[in-house]
Each structure stands twice: as C-alpha cells, then as structure tokens.
T-cell receptor, first 113, second 113 residues
Framework: DGGITQSPKYLFRKEGQNVTLSCEQNLNHDAMYWYRQDPGQGLRLIYYSQIVNDFQKGDIAEGYSVSREKKESFPLTVTSAQKNPTAFYLC????????????FGPGTRLTVL | QQQVKQSPQSLIVQKGGISIINCAYE??????FPWYQQFPGKGPALLIAIRPDVSEKKEGRFTISFNKSAKQFSLHIMDSQPGDSATYFC????????????FGTGTRLLVSP
C-alpha cells in the first residue's frame, strides 16, 4: 500500500529531552513537510524539503530540526529549546511541482510531562 | 504574514441540512484553493479544490464557491450526514516555483442525527 507512515502514534517526553518523530513515504514524492497542529490554530508549517539533502524553515522552525538524507524519510527532532512542544505533529508529502496537493500521515501526538 | 481567515470555528447542522464554511484571503497571488477534511486522530485528506478561473466546483455533495473579486471562497456540504462530522480546513497556495499551503484555522462540524 502506498502512503505515509508516522511513528510512534503517541509519544511522551520529559522536559529537557530531545525526541525524534519518524516520517516515511513510499509515494515517490520529492517534497515533504512537517506541520504542528494545536486546537484553534490550524496547521502551522515547521519545515519543508523540496528534494533530498535540502530543507527550508517554515513559519515556526525554532526549537525543531530536520534531516533529509533519503527521499523516503524526513525525521523531525523536537529539541529541548522548543518551549511548548506538546502538540499533534503531522507529516505530509507532495510531488515537487504540486505542493498544493499534499498527502498527510496519521500524525504523532507528543506530550511533554 | 500570508493568512487565510476561516469561519465559523464550529458548526452544528442537522442531518439533511446544508453546512457552509467560509474563507477569505488577502494575497492575490494565491491561485489554488483546496479544502481538507480531518477526522479525529487522523491526518487531513484532500476533499476538493478549485482554481480562480472558475466560480464553482461540485463533487457529489460538496461544492466550492469562489468569488475572486471579494477574495472569498466557501465550502457547501449539501444533505449533510453524521459521517461528515469532522474538522474542515481551507487552504491556499501561490503558483510560484514551489507551492506551500497556507491553512485556515479550521471548522469543527458536527452533524446531528
């Protein structure tokens, strides 16, 4: 089955710890994205990558880092510098020339204890 | 900052009724306007989309109405069903080299039986 997988579905972290969220796609898409979703605030773009070994900051990149070493994978690290990391994190992908048509994964809910 | 303003924040409609969600934008460079549907605990999925060269697009019970001069677009769900209960996001993107989506804040729709 083609699609996007995110793991884990639920993640708990202690304050001061870094944590990495996984995102894998087998849609052969060049572009991948990370969003953060909070109640009443919609989806806010954290980072995006148009192609392997290249990525750009989105609107709320502070406290986050990413890598894009493989076309299929775009992991997101939530660092201890992120002041309010508890949220629902969504990964998406698209073909490079059609960023408006994005396919989303099922999300990871991160809770900082 | 580019924004898409969405209203209402929440909506309750009786089964068989019409659900209407409105969005407005300022950036005249936007030229692609999708709507995404999200069920609880899941990632959003593309529902329907429109480009500004048409004023209306219909797919089944879902219709987008687009008013280019007013910079507004809306989603109409005809004969609303309990299975339509979800959060709906409008979005917009520019037709520049790489298209990023700008999302509205979402509307939580509840269709009562």
């Amino acid at each position: 089955d083609g699609g996007i997988t995110q793991s884990p579905k639920y993640l708990f972290r202690k304050e001061g710890q870094n944590v990495t969220l996984s995102c894998e796609q087998n849609l052969n898409h060049d572009a991948m994205y990370w969003y953060r979703q909070d109640p009443g605030q919609g989806l806010r773009l954290i980072y995006y990558s148009q192609i392997v070994n290249d990525f750009q900051k989105g609107d709320i990149a502070e406290g986050y880092s990413v890598s894009r070493e493989k076309k299929e994978s775009f992991p997101l690290t939530v660092t201890s510098a992120q002041k309010n990391p508890t949220a629902f994190y969504l990964c998406a992908s698209s073909i490079r020339t059609s960023g408006g048509v994005q396919f989303f994964g099922p999300g990871t809910r991160l809770t900082v204890l | 900052q580019q924004q898409v303003k969405q209203s209402p924040q929440s909506l309750i409609v009786q089964k068989g009724g019409i659900s209407i969600i409105n969005c407005a934008y300022e950036n005249t460079a936007f030229d692609y306007f999708p709507w995404y549907q999200q069920f609880p605990g899941k990632g959003p999925a593309l529902l329907i989309a429109i480009r500004p060269d048409v004023s209306e697009k219909k797919e089944g019970r879902f219709t987008i109405s687009f008013n280019k001069s007013a910079k507004q677009f809306s989603l109409h769900i005809m004969d609303s069903q309990p299975g339509d209960s979800a959060t709906y996001f409008c979005a917009a993107s520019e037709n520049t080299g790489f298209q990023k989506l700008v999302f509205g804040t979402g509307t939580r729709l509840l269709v009562s039986p």
